[in-house]
């Protein structure tokens, strides 16, 4: 029998079949575009995340070559490398370990007869003095509180130790270059630390000793650990062999009762995703050189669940050879744009009585503003972090080009004191100085390089909450006392850099620098009356010597500490 249908239904039939098609459409498009600007703007962050890991990691082992060139400078001739002197070697080590107390305040040095003296910074004024005059000497401990200052409290403790057969000792005795040794469990502290040694010279080019400092690696394990990723995601640092060195989500050093410490391999840290990226990374480098710069892809992680994933290899000439990972299931960046999908079919059945042509209206609409976001996710990718996102719409739609634009201006600005952040910095420096080179007159442009002084005597005598303050308010005099045409960013904890652009030349320049360490030598009495005693400041002239971004800020920080030791001696 032939079914015939009325008017209305040959109208409604199609007209609902339409929206609803329509709607389907629209919600496919959503996902898919949102599918892949997730995939964009999560590359991007994994990428982000795992560069300011490598900077924290940096940052945190740098001041380990100072100590060791203050310690014992290169090329010169006169260094103490016996004990006769004790006083010079004391003195040498009390400034070495003076320059960066955390993580750096344990130094000490051994030669080749057997002798060894050290020295370990529990204060700005207080230290223990260690030394033994032979392997089979009893070690004399003493408590002296100044460089120069007499040594109280003695202290004898039997037992032989020959330094010569320790592995920071030996490593280094046979190396032109200065050394790393492999991460351990320090005995005292029950924390993970690594050394930083190199060997010393007389004047003849012969071996004497080696001189050595500890890094510890608690402060990087709390920095990792303080990183915000997502919900499930995790970061951590590792050994190519798999034993952790911190992370985000579990313990680096298994602690048992009355048994030795233990460090923790990543198969066995009981997190299976963890576990998945470290197996992932290893299989990696197992087919492929480097890497010379940060990976990132997608991989299935535990249970075939999608990761996204990306690692650096941290490598260095010392030895250094560490693995940077973070790794993020796929869905914590998903749920949004599933949740966006499920509101736009609700949406499209409920409209089944819209008109068509307000249905094409509204497509048009969404199709033009996700393409935006979509270019603007695609500028992002390609390190221009200040793509402008052209979505004026509402909805959620607007609400994500919103929390892109957010997402960019974190990207570009240190949190804390509102400036500029390294990252931005470094690019702007880098395209400015491309700018110079083209161009004929090549406009002369400058850095510098700003640290505080004592900064660390504020956070250790009066707290990091004041420190933070009187960060924020050493940013605030940065932007009174600069130009609008300058750039003013926070480099790394109590450092900044200001690219001044233009100048006239360096008079003009160390004119603007006067300026600046008059305003910051200006007293805090409401935050830090007695503690905070202004800055130094290192200035980098462009047109000069240097052949890049890092290169400038390199001899602006030069420049600021040969400033700073001017001013101390």
């Known amino acids: 029998m032939l079914v015939r249908f009325s008017l209305r239904q040959w109208l409604t039939v199609p007209y609902v079949a339409l929206v609803l098609g329509v709607a389907t459409l629209v919600g496919a498009l959503s996902y898919r575009t949102g599918s892949e ?5 999560s590359n991007q962050l994994l990428l982000e995340t795992v560069a300011r890991i490598e900077q924290a990691v940096d940052r ?3 001041g380990s070559a100072a100590v060791l060139e203050t310690a014992f400078p290169h090329g010169l001739s006169t260094s103490p490398t016996a004990f006769e002197n004790q006083a010079a070697l004391r003195a040498r080590l009390w400034a070495a370990t003076g320059l960066y107390t955390n993580p ?7 030669n080749e007869a057997g002798q060894l003296a050290s020295l370990y910074r529990r204060g700005p004024d207080l230290a223990d003095w260690m030394t033994r005059m032979g392997p089979l000497s009893p070690r004399e401990s003493f408590t002296v509180r100044s460089i120069d200052g007499p040594l109280t409290d003695t ?4 037992g032989p130790l020959d330094a010569r057969t320790r592995p920071w000792y030996t490593l280094a005795k046979t190396s032109p270059t200065l050394v790393w040794t492999a991460v351990y469990i320090d005995a005292l502290t029950n924390d993970l630390v690594v050394t930083r040694a190199k060997r010393v010279l007389d004047a003849r080019g012969q071996m004497q000793g080696v001189v050595a400092t500890d890094v510890a690696l608690t402060r990087l394990n709390e920095f990792v650990r303080t990183l915000s990723i997502s919900e499930h995601g995790l970061a951590f640092i590792i050994e190519t062999k798999g034993e952790l060195i911190a992370s985000s989500r579990t313990p680096n050093v298994r602690y048992a009762t009355g048994q030795p410490s233990t460090r923790i391999n990543a198969v066995a840290s009981g997190d299976p995703l963890q576990q998945a990226a470290y197996e992932t990374v290893s299989a990696w480098l197992q087919t492929h050189t480097g890497p010379e710069a940060p990976v990132s892809m997608r991989v299935n992680g535990p249970e075939g669940v999608a990761v996204q994933l990306a690692f650096s290899r941290l490598r260095d000439d010392a030895g250094l050879d560490w693995l940077v990972v973070v790794a993020v299931p796929r869905s914590d960046f998903m749920r949004d744009v599933s949740a966006n999908v499920v509101r736009t079919a609700a949406i499209g059945t409920g409209a089944s009585v819209a008109a068509i042509a307000l249905g094409l209206l509204i497509l048009n609409w969404l199709s033009a503003d996700l393409q935006h976001l979509t270019e603007a996710a695609r500028r ?13 719409g509402r909805g959620t739609i607007g609400e994500l080009a919103q929390t892109f634009r957010q997402m960019q201006l974190r990207l570009r600005t240190d949190a804390l004191t509102g400036l ?3 990252e931005w910095l470094m690019r702007t420096l880098g395209d400015r100085l491309e700018r110079g080179r083209r161009q004929a007159d090549q406009q002369p442009f400058a850095v510098l390089f700003i640290d505080l002084n004592k900064f660390k005597a504020i956070n250790d005598t009066l707290g990091h909450d004041v420190g933070d303050r009187v960060l924020v308010a ?3 005099r940065l932007r009174q006392a600069t130009r609008s045409s300058d750039t003013v960013a926070r480099y ?6 200001v690219l001044l652009d233009p100048v006239a030349d360096r008079a003009v320049a160390e004119q603007i620098r006067d300026k600046i360490e008059q305003a910051l030598g200006e007293p805090l009495p409401q935050l830090a009356p007695k503690a905070f005693r202004g800055a130094s400041i290192g200035v980098a002239l462009f047109p000069g010597t240097a052949v890049d971004a890092e290169d400038l800020v390199r001899q602006a920080d030069a420049d600021m500490y040969r400033r700073k030791i001017s001013a101390t001696y």
């Open 155 to 158: 202290r004898t403790s039997p």
């Open 37 to 41: 600007v997730v995939d964009s703007l």
């Open 474 to 476: 050493t940013a605030e």
């Open 380 to 392: 992002v990718g390609e390190g221009h972090l200040d793509a402008v996102v052209n979505v004026r």
């Open 492 to 497: 790394a904890g109590d450092e900044f850099v």
């Open 60 to 62: 945190h082992l740098l």
């Open 104 to 110: 750096n305040n344990h130094a000490y040095y051994g």
């Open 420 to 422: 500029h952040n390294r």
